[in-house]
């Protein structure tokens, strides 16, 4: 799972499905919103480049990265391809980090398993915020890139 060293974000555009077509839903979590931003931007110029109409790309603000489930839930009772959900969970003094972390990652598994669309998942669970910095935009690339990547592979299965 570790990404020291490497930037995942580079991709073969021959190697990715169209997106034309494709509606995508993005849901992106407002808590560390620095972050959230830059993945969402890597997120939505990929979606584009990969031939995704502007106007096929719907966004909502959920206020932290444990109403994702929530947002995600919501945006798949619409006509979607794929869901991606965005947030940056950062550690702290107290087990609040685990519960969050915890919480999104049942949820967003346990949507994925109902086989409506796929759900894509762009949370950022990071010890600092440098670390957080460096995979969204920094030196590790923008994990907001991949997720777009993921969902195209995705929403063609
Ligand atoms: C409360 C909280 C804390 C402490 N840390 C984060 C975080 O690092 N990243 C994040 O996305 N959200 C955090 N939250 C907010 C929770 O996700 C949630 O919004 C609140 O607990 C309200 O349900």
């Known amino acids: ?7 995942l974000s580079a991709y073969d555009k021959a190697e990715v499905p169209s997106g034309e ?52 839930r919501k945006a798949l009772e619409k006509d979607v391809d794929a869901v991606i959900v965005i947030g940056s969970v950062i550690q702290g003094q107290t087990k609040h980090f685990d519960f969050v972390c915890h919480g999104v990652t049942q949820g967003i598994t346990a949507l994925n398993l109902e ?7 762009c949370v950022l669970t990071d010890n600092t915020l440098q670390q957080a910095q460096d995979r969204s935009g920094g030196k590790h690339g923008n994990k907001g890139v991949e997720a777009a990547v993921a969902a195209l592979k995705m929403a063609v299965l």
């Open 115 to 121: 086989g409506k669309a796929p759900v894509i998942f």
């Open 21 to 72: 077509g494709k509606k995508i839903s993005i849901v992106v979590a407002e808590w560390n919103a620095e972050i959230t931003e830059n993945l969402f931007d890597g997120a939505f110029q990929t979606l584009i480049d990969c031939g995704v109409a502007a106007s096929d790309i719907t966004r909502t603000n959920v206020p932290g990265s444990f109403e994702l489930v929530y947002g995600a």
């Open 1 to 7: 799972m570790a990404t020291i060293h490497s930037n």
